[in-house]
């Protein structure tokens, strides 16, 4: 009528195993999150601080209400963006949230560029 002692003692004789069981679903959780969610975040907000830091005078950019505009001046934490013929808006650079066009970055010599260019052509 009565269970024997050992019996009780071999129905929770799993120990360690049983515990992974357990947690091996929340580790396959964390992990999915980290590389489909997480991961991706952090790199578009490196990507993103990257552009921030080289914005340059006409770049396009996307502001955090949507508007959309020329960059016409930078200084340290604002920058001016021409969003019409015109109109001038000071933007905190953090509230940028996209840099939709980049310009060309200006070449040292305009002279040295064209002999560059003749050169090849005679080759």
Same mark, same amino acid.
């Given at each position: ?9 071999a ?8 515990? /992974? @069981?357990? *947690? +091996?679903?929340? $580790?396959l959780?964390? &992990? !999915? ?5 997480i991961?991706?975040?952090? #790199? ?22 949507g508007?959309?505009?020329?960059v016409v001046?930078t200084?340290?934490?604002?920058? /001016? @963006?021409? *969003? +019409?013929?015109? $109109?001038?808006?000071? &933007? !905190? ?9 980049? #310009? ?16 090849a052509?005679?080759?």
């Amino acid at each position: 009528m009565f269970s024997s002692p050992a019996y009780a003692q071999a129905a929770f004789g799993g120990g360690n195993y049983d515990m /992974f @069981v357990q *947690i +091996a679903p929340f $580790v396959l959780i964390f &992990v !999915v999150f980290y590389f489909l969610l997480i991961r991706p975040q952090q #790199t578009r907000a490196k990507q993103l601080k990257n552009q921030l830091a080289n914005l340059r005078k006409g770049d396009t950019v996307v502001t955090g209400g949507g508007i959309m505009g020329k960059v016409v001046k930078t200084e340290e934490n604002i920058v /001016f @963006v021409e *969003i +019409a013929d015109n $109109v001038r808006v000071r &933007v !905190v650079r953090q509230t940028i949230t996209d840099v939709v066009g980049k #310009t060309e970055p200006v070449k040292a010599d305009a002279a040295d560029g064209k002999a560059a260019a003749g050169e090849a052509k005679k080759d």
